[in-house]
Nanobody, 124 residues
Framework: QGQLVESGGGLVQAGGSLRLSCAAS????????MGWYRQAPEKQRELVAV???????NYADSVKGRFTISRGNAKNTMYLEMTSLKPEDTAVYYC??????????????????WGKGTLVTVSS
C-alpha cells in the first residue's frame, strides 16, 4: 500500500541546521496533503508543518521563521529544512501524507501514510 521513508536526523548543536528528507514509494501517485510531525519524550505527537496540494502551508508557532517544508524536484519527495535549532526541538520527527495509492489495477484515495520517524537531537 506504499510507504514513507525519512532520513536526515542526527545530533546538532543549538543554533545549527538540519534537513530532513522523506521519500514516498512510487505507488503513491498523488499527494493531497503532506506534513511533518514530531514527538518529544513523554509528550504527545504534535504538528510541525503541513502543506496542501494547492500550496497552502501552515507551521506550528514554535517553528515559524525557522523551519521550511517543501516538495522536492524528484517525484514524491519532501523536505523539512530546520534552522536555528533549539534543545526543545529534540524529538522524533515523522513525515506524513494523505494521498492516492495505485496498485496497478485500482486506485485507493485518501490514504494516510506515516514514516517510521527519524531522531533529531539538539544539544545545548
Amino acid at each position: 500500500q506504499g510507504q514513507l521513508v525519512e532520513s536526515g536526523g542526527g545530533l546538532v548543536q543549538a543554533g545549527g541546521s538540519l534537513r530532513l528528507s522523506c521519500a514516498a514509494s512510487e505507488s503513491i501517485v498523488r499527494i493531497d496533503r503532506m506534513g511533518w510531525y514530531r514527538q518529544a519524550p513523554e509528550k504527545q505527537r504534535e504538528l510541525v508543518a503541513v502543506q496542501t496540494s494547492g500550496g497552502t502551508t501552515n507551521y506550528a508557532d514554535s517553528v515559524k521563521g525557522r523551519f521550511t517544508i517543501s516538495r522536492g524536484n524528484a517525484k514524491n519527495t519532501m523536505y523539512l529544512e530546520m534552522t536555528s535549532l533549539k534543545p526543545e526541538d529534540t524529538a522524533v520527527y515523522y513525515c506524513y501524507l494523505v494521498g492516492t495509492y495505485y496498485s496497478g489495477t485500482y486506485y485507493n484515495n485518501g490514504v494516510d501514510y506515516w514514516g517510521k520517524g527519524t531522531l533529531v537531537t539538539v544539544s545545548s
